[in-house]
């Protein structure tokens, strides 16, 4: 078992690597400059990670966050940010063209590589791969980028998969947070093809900028886990205050509504306003989106309501109880004292009648 959890947390880590260079690669392309290479290192925090957490977590997960989620985070969204900002339409139809004649030349080379596969067979398969690398390169600029925006939500869905498990976290707890992030992934990426395809929007540099910082914003609750995981409160403390009481009762539902709120819906829906109030960018699929955003918020903020309610009402419940435990014990106490005082007289009693009855003995006596 441990030499499965090593070779996942190895080959995660590995493909976080491959991607971002890909990445990487992408944009000096795109570029036609070589110092964008530089970006490769950022890779070199990802690798610092992977040997601390080999060294002292045997390759387990920590507790509440995933740092190699997060250095993934940082090691390819600075491409992405490069690629967007360096988005061309007008090559596409060009780049389509030469594609299509690269694809008839690969049918070609096929045929022959067929007739010759005994003779060459490792030169053949060679040839073979620069052919379909030369291929590649002569997609469209805006279909590479879409493709690694996609590709890149699905390798953090599948890695946060892949990467062992802390004690913090039961298997359970795993796969209703993969659920979240599959449609949060959804939403993202809805989120940044229907907004950055528009005309107005790419044409102005600063809301350009604006929507990368809300998109990467948005992703930094990828590293997160707590909208799966309830804070253990000790009974002394959940009887002190209501907030207290009340993130320890609901400390994921409260995490998961401010993880919607201020990192999600909350600052798309505040984009998408702006875009149709302010900058005039209004179809059906931004409207209904925006409908979709501020439907999530109210139920968010009512769901919110509801659970102050009834941990407001467990509170007093709570207080109820208290006050009706010290009613009782005062009770109780007040009670063993009249017994404890019925007894007393009871015996102060009856050695006074003894002692009347002798005194009037000893006068019969004479």
């Given amino acids: 078992m441990g030499g499965l959890v090593l070779l996942n947390a190895l080959v ?57 989620i997060f250095l993934y985070l940082i090691s390819i969204v600075p491409s992405l940010w490069l690629l967007e900002m360096h988005h061309e339409n007008q090559h596409c139809n060009i780049q389509s063209e030469g594609m299509s004649q690269n694809i008839s030349k690969k049918e070609n080379f096929n045929q022959t590589l067929m007739t010759n596969a005994q003779a060459n067979g490792v030169d053949d398969i060679i040839e ?35 990467l062992p498990i802390g004690g913090a976290i039961t298997r359970d707890q795993l796969s209703e947070l993969l659920l979240m992030f599959v449609g949060t992934a959804a939403d993202i990426l809805e989120f940044t093809t229907e907004t ?34 309830h804070v253990v409160c000790p009974s002394s403390v959940k009887a002190r205050r209501f907030p207290i009481l009340f993130f320890c009762l609901y400390s994921a539902d409260l995490w998961n509504i401010g993880i919607s709120i201020f990192i999600q819906d909350g600052p798309f829906l505040i984009v998408r306003l702006i875009l149709m109030a302010y900058f005039k960018v209004i179809n059906h699929m931004l409207v209904f989106f925006a409908v979709k955003n501020s439907l999530v918020v109210l139920l968010h903020l009512y769901r919110l309501v509801v659970l ?33 005082e019925g007894e007393s007289k009871e015996g102060l009693a009856i050695p006074l009648q003894a002692s009347t009855v002798t005194s009037e003995d000893s006068h019969h006596t004479p």
Avoid at 197 to 218: D, G
């Fill in 12 to 68: 995660t880590r590995l493909l976080f690597v491959l991607h971002s260079l890909v990445g990487v690669w992408r944009v000096t392309l795109v570029k036609k400059e070589p110092r964008y290479w530089l970006l490769a290192l950022l890779n070199l925090l990802l690798f610092l990670e992977t040997v601390l957490t080999l060294k002292f977590k045997r390759g387990r997960g920590y507790k509440w966050f995933s740092p190699a």
């Fill in 128 to 162: 073979t791969a620069r052919v379909f690398v030369n291929n590649l390169s002569t997609v469209c600029e805006t279909v590479w980028t879409l493709g690694l925006h996609q590709t890149f939500l699905l390798m953090l869905i599948i890695g946060r998969w892949l």
């Fill in 196 to 229: 950055l395809k528009e005309n107005n929007v790419r044409s102005n540099h600063a809301l350009v900028c604006a929507i990368l910082v809300i998109w990467t914003w948005s992703m930094l609750q990828f590293p997160l886990d707590l909208a799966v995981q």
């Fill in 308 to 340: 102050a309610l009834a941990a407001r009402a467990s509170l007093q419940d709570q207080s109820e109880g208290s006050k009706t435990e010290h009613r009782d014990r005062a009770q109780a106490s007040e009670s063993g004292l009249r017994c404890w």
